[in-house]
């Protein structure tokens, strides 16, 4: 299929214009002299390069424009006076173009059939530019070639456009291509029918009737409306990967930086627990605000800006439609498959050296799950007994056992389901203490000392770094680490740290990376938070 930048838009004309400079008057000045036609026409681009005519100093610019203005574009280029302006202006102000009539400017204009690329000023001027004026044999079979080779024929093509004027499948048709300076030669080599060559290749086999002329240039100005011009925005975002607002300020990003050159876009999906530990380094030195900011947006994807804090989603839809007048009208809801999609990729991509489970928790006391579901990564070629014998548990052992030790800002302890159940004996060993304790949503292994592990495991709820050493790391919490906050915050009694409302593993088992991209079976109902709020 055709890639989206392809697909027509709005009816758009390209207006030629051929014209001598007066003498002494450089082209800067003559750019400035126009630059009035570019709001009054809407115009979208404008290219411009000098060359020599009737061996006088010349310049030929191409406007893109709406089909339905060019006609009055090309009246006013043709004036002798400036197209009327304000009601208050004169409406006799020499045209920018008034230097040029008595025949010496030629003025042509097509219907441009599609384009490619998002060109941008910067991007286009000073690359180079090939115009082809030709006739084709099959339309259609052209149109394919262009929209599927191009990138290969043109590097770093940044904007395209091919007029069409006749209909049926042999067309007159102009084909305009800016590309980088650095492949000009390269690009003229393809386009020598003399030779053996891809232009050669189109005309043998019945694509190309007739190349009437091939024109070469490089640019020496440019004008993008489409760009914002400006000072360079170093937009950082990191977000949760299960999160749907980290999707959507992700396809926000990915438009943009095609979009926009002033736009510079770094876009990180992590799993929940390395979220926060990267939350936390992003924001150490920041202010309050910045440092406030899993707590005040719950989790929610953070964004800097030059590195300054923004803020989360709202803050940075409110920057992006100020600067670059981007709005993105899907409901948040609709990202959910795109943030599913990206934790399927990851697990695949890690399903070679890890394992995934998942637990479902209920609150005892409102007989509800708790959302979202718990979601773990085993790190199998770390600790493959260790990893062996959870997943075993997972899929026949945890399930209706309880969490019954809670201890505040240290851990949640779960898994007493008889030491018997250990599909390694009574007890085994501790297998590598390689893996750190790095923050809150790291799986370990509660042991009661060396070499004594066997069902029981803990999910940390801060950097428990004394533990190094002495106990067993052997996963972490993917996502659902506000489900592990939910039962964090319950009262205990203060003799034994076991929670006053029990909270019961209902459903847990081992995830493949498809089923992420289904709902869960028993779907975790909406339940009050445990303990509180936020």
């Not at 030929?60 to 090309?74: C, G, M, N, V, Y």
């Not at 085994?428 to 790095?438: G, L, M, N, P, S």
């Amino acid at each position: 299929m055709p890639p989206k930048e392809a697909a027509k838009g709005p009816a758009n004309a390209l207006v030629f214009c051929d014209y001598n400079i007066p003498k002494g008057k450089p082209l800067t000045q003559v750019i400035s002299d126009q630059e009035p036609f570019n709001a009054q026409f809407g115009i979208h681009k404008a290219l411009w390069m000098p060359h020599s005519k009737n061996n006088l100093l010349a310049a030929k610019t191409i406007f893109s424009i709406p089909q339905d203005r060019a006609a009055e574009l090309t009246a006013a280029i043709t004036s002798t006076t400036a197209p009327p302006g304000p009601q208050d202006s004169p409406a006799t102000q020499p045209s920018a173009f008034s230097d040029v009539q008595n025949g010496t400017a030629d003025v042509s204009t097509m219907p441009v059939d599609f384009e490619l690329g998002y060109g941008g000023s910067r991007k286009m001027k000073g690359g180079a530019m090939l115009v082809m004026r030709a006739t084709t044999a099959n339309y259609n079979d052209f149109k394919v070639w262009v929209i599927e080779e191009s990138r290969k024929i043109y590097p770093g093509l940044c904007k395209a456009f091919c007029c069409k004027e006749d209909a049926g499948e042999s067309a007159s048709v102009v084909w305009v291509a800016i590309f980088e300076r650095e492949a000009l030669e390269a690009v003229r080599a393809e386009h020598d029918t003399t030779k053996p060559s891809m232009l050669r290749s189109l005309v043998e086999e019945g694509v190309m009737e007739k190349v009437q002329g091939l024109e070469w240039c490089v640019l020496s100005a440019a004008f993008d409306y489409d760009n914002i011009a400006g000072e360079q925005q170093a937009v950082v975002c990191v977000g949760r990967m299960l999160d749907p607002l980290t999707s959507k300020i992700a396809v926000a990003m990915e438009s943009l930086g095609r979009t926009q050159e002033t736009f510079a876009p770094t876009c990180s999906f992590m799993i929940e627990s390395e979220f926060e530990i990267r939350v936390k380094e992003l924001t150490a030195g920041l202010s309050q605000r910045a440092k406030n900011h899993l707590r005040v947006h719950a989790g929610g994807p953070v964004v800097l800006i030059n590195g300054s804090y923004v803020g989360s989603i709202r803050e940075f839809e409110a920057f992006v439609f100020k600067k670059y007048k981007y709005k993105d009208t899907t409901p948040d809801g609709m990202y959910a498959k795109r943030a599913q999609k990206a934790l399927a990729e990851y697990m695949q991509q890690k399903e070679a050296v890890s394992d995934f489970c998942y637990m479902d928790i209920v609150d005892g006391e409102t007989n509800q799950f708790i959302k979202p579901r718990v979601i773990f990564e085993i790190y199998r070629s770390l600790a493959p007994k260790t990893a062996e014998n959870f997943v075993s548990l997972c899929e026949d052992g945890y399930k209706g056992s309880l969490v019954h030790r809670i201890v505040k800002s240290g851990w949640l302890q779960m898994g007493a389901v008889g030491d018997e159940k250990c599909i390694h004996g009574a007890k085994f060993e501790d297998e590598t203490f390689c893996v750190k304790h790095a923050g809150v949503g790291d799986l370990g292994m509660a042991s009661s000392g060396p070499h004594t592990n066997a069902t029981q495991f803990y999910v940390s709820l801060d950097k428990l770094s004394w533990l190094d050493g002495k106990k067993v790391i052997f996963g972490r919490v993917v996502d659902g680490l506000r489900t592990v906050r939910a039962v964090a915050r319950a009262e205990v009694n203060p003799w034994n740290q076991r929670p006053v409302v029990g909270y019961t593993v209902e459903g847990c088992g081992k995830l493949r990376f498809m089923d992420v991209l289904q709902p869960p079976k028993h779907a975790p109902r909406e339940a009050p938070k445990a303990g509180g709020g936020g």
